[in-house]
């Protein structure tokens, strides 16, 4: 028999953080959404190229496909409610592989437009839906499960402006990049939808323990709400129009420069590789004053300096930084409403498909009035607005902590 302080000593070690089937497959679906996503923004010199659209029409696909996303997230908590998890999770994960095929099989006209929306409607749904169960299966290691997950979704993002890039110069066409990933979620469909998803955790139990209890969410989530859409416009627009930049201010050919994006992507899953491993032992608002920090010197060089070498090691370093704005913003957030994950999911996807709709459009409209390189000076505008949100949420929280704890 185990004695008293042997059973205190079990208990008190930590629980080790683990996989099961589902984490494998949230995490391959996570990485289906990034590809598909970030895929856009390599393939916007072709379209643009091709049919000699200019940047606020180029911007336009990305923008119908954050109001896909937006839609999703103020719909995707009342679907959860009427028909679980498991069919938001396969609608969403098809649906973007429908709205994908129809934008590759379509000339830029309403049909890829709509094409994009359904994209985005379809993704914004699997993506609430990822979050949410992830923090629900893993608990108070929800920090992990995200972090790791966003690297899986980094290095999928990688692949897309190399395959675009790939399948371009084989002569096989950019759309071929695409279609891969609407085969790949067709047999992921066939192999895994039998797949338990978990649904959410009840919030029942907690209200009949404390009458109190509401589904309102605490201002210090709405502070870490803020931070993670202006993090959002800052990766979108470096996302979206760096190969367009690295082309007309560094004078690199379309393929080179769908090819050098590449890095930032690599960068991005580096530092979700570091941020994963540092969330264990660090809290996420810690890391995120660092990741703010790091962008802060990796976007001068990017922006000003003409030199193509010196400017892609300044992308590298910016997506060493923006790789964790998203990741532990969520974290952060989630873990200021720790039972309300599919709400809280529901209204980050919103906002970071807002940031989605609107930063690269505005960037876009700028470029035709003003030129690329001056429409980028939006960028410190959003990280200044990052950094201030953020000290907001940790000066309420900090607050709470003083008022619980007097």
Not at 373 to 392: D, E, I, M, N, R
């Amino acid at each position: 028999m185990l004695r008293s302080s042997e059973i205190t000593n079990q208990e008190l070690q930590p629980v080790p953080y683990q996989r099961d089937r589902f984490t494998w497959l949230a995490y391959g679906m996570l990485g289906y959404y990034s590809y598909m996503a970030v895929i856009l923004g390599p393939a916007m010199p072709f379209l643009r190229a091709e049919h000699n659209l200019n940047y606020t029409e180029g911007s336009l696909h990305v923008s119908l496909f954050a109001l896909g996303v937006i839609i999703s997230g103020l719909l995707a908590d009342r679907l959860e409610r009427k028909l679980g998890r498991r069919l938001n999770f396969w609608s969403g994960a098809l649906g973007m592989g429908l709205g994908a095929v129809l934008f590759i099989a379509s000339e830029p006209t309403i049909l890829t437009l709509a094409g994009v929306f359904l994209t985005g409607l379809g993704g914004g749904l699997l993506l609430v839906t990822i979050q949410a169960s992830l923090s629900d299966r893993h608990g108070d290691k929800r920090a992990v499960a995200l972090t790791e997950s966003n690297v899986v979704a980094s290095l999928c993002a990688i692949l897309a402006p190399l395959l675009i890039a790939g399948f371009q110069s084989m002569g096989l066409g950019w759309r071929s990049a695409i279609g891969l990933g609407v085969a790949l979620v067709v047999v992921a469909f066939v192999f895994f939808r039998q797949e338990q998803i978990p649904e959410k955790l009840a919030l029942a139990e907690d209200q009949e323990n404390n009458p109190l209890q509401t589904n309102r969410l605490p201002l210090v989530f709405w502070f870490y709400l803020a931070a993670i859409f202006f993090g959002v416009c800052c990766e979108i627009c470096i996302s979206f129009w760096s190969a367009d930049y690295l082309r007309v201010n560094a004078g690199l050919s379309e393929t080179s420069a769908a090819s050098f994006v590449s890095l930032f992507f690599v960068a991005m899953a580096l530092g979700r590789v570091v941020g994963s491993y540092l969330v264990r032992h660090f809290e996420s608002s810690q890391l995120l004053l660092i990741a703010i920090c790091i962008v802060g010197v990796g976007f001068p060089v990017f922006w000003l300096v003409t030199d193509p070498a010196p400017k892609i090691a300044g992308l590298f370093v910016l997506g060493l930084g923006i790789a964790n704005f998203f990741p532990l913003g969520l974290a952060a957030a989630t873990g200021a409403a720790p039972r309300q994950a599919g709400m809280v999911s529901s209204r980050v996807t919103l906002g970071a498909g807002v940031g989605i709709l609107g930063a690269p459009l505005a960037l876009g409209w700028v470029a035709d009035r003003v030129g690329l390189t001056t429409a980028f000076g939006l960028f410190p505008v959003f990280l200044v607005l990052v950094l201030a949100a953020l000290l907001a949420a940790r000066k309420t929280q900090s607050h709470k902590v003083l008022r619980i704890n007097p």
